[in-house]
């Protein structure tokens, strides 16, 4: 069973810039979270997907959006990158909207992000 | 407002040692869900152990053991005869049921566990 898959995996893109991050979750999850990490702030909750809408999210600038398609594939976007924005970015999928409360959440491998 | 400290920054033991892990959570739920994750260098987070807040029965699975105590908000992990490849970043995390599901992970800062051979 193919876990939740992550492209690109490694990413260098130019202050300002816009870029989009993919996540093809578990087959039959239909739930899609993503996560930030950064050495300072941690891992940080950016947004939760549930049958193509936006269900929860977390306290990060509009510059931060996502979004799920009919097969639950989920991308990412942030636009006018920031130095900053610089983090390995984590995808996870479940199973049931109720996420890890039955079900748990499956992480995918990240995208790392650096800006320059 | 939901948190989680993990006041062990780095650890490390000598193969075979057993190792614990400690976490502290605060939450005004009485409702959550706690969790242990696991991060290889890969990068990774791989799921390790659920508890939810209604089940304090504590367990052993393998190497693995944990200790949920709701009076000091404790969820601690233990590895026992710990191995070079239980090397990794451990975190804890807690997810509140508000609302009638859980949504969102808060994690702690994590525990770097070096195991040396």
């Known amino acids: 069973k193919a876990g939740v898959t992550q492209t690109p995996r490694y990413l260098i893109k130019t202050r300002g810039q816009q870029v989009t991050l993919s996540c093809s979750p578990i087959s039959g999850h239909r739930s899609v979270s993503w996560y930030q990490q950064t050495p300072g702030q941690g891992l940080q909750f950016l947004f939760e997907?549930?049958?193509?809408?936006?269900?929860n999210k977390g306290n990060f600038p509009g510059r931060f959006s996502g979004r799920q398609f009919s097969n639950s594939r989920s991308e990412m976007n942030v636009s006018t990158l920031e130095l900053g924005d610089s983090a390995l970015y984590l995808c996870?999928?479940?199973?049931?909207?109720?996420?890890?409360?039955?079900?748990?959440?499956?992480f995918g491998s990240g995208t790392r992000l650096t800006v320059v | 407002a939901q948190k989680v400290t993990q006041a062990q920054t780095e650890i490390s033991v000598v193969e075979k040692e057993d190792v614990t892990l400690d976490c502290v959570y605060e939450?005004?739920?009485?409702?959550?869900?706690l969790f242990w994750y696991k991060q290889p260098p890969s990068g990774e987070l791989v799921f390790l152990i659920r508890r939810n807040s209604f089940d304090e029965q504590n367990e052993i699975s393998g190497r693995y053991s944990w200790n949920f105590q709701k009076s000091t908000s404790s969820f601690n992990f233990t590895i026992t005869a710990s191995q070079v490849v239980d090397s990794a970043v451990y975190f804890c995390a807690l997810s509140e049921y508000s609302s009638g599901s859980a949504r969102q992970l808060t994690f702690g800062s994590g525990t770097q566990l070096t195991v040396l051979p």
């Open positions: 996870a999928s479940s199973l049931s909207r109720k996420g890890p409360t039955n079900y748990g959440y499956t």
């Open positions: 997907y549930f049958s193509e809408t936006q269900r």
């Open positions: 939450t005004r739920d009485t409702t959550y869900y």
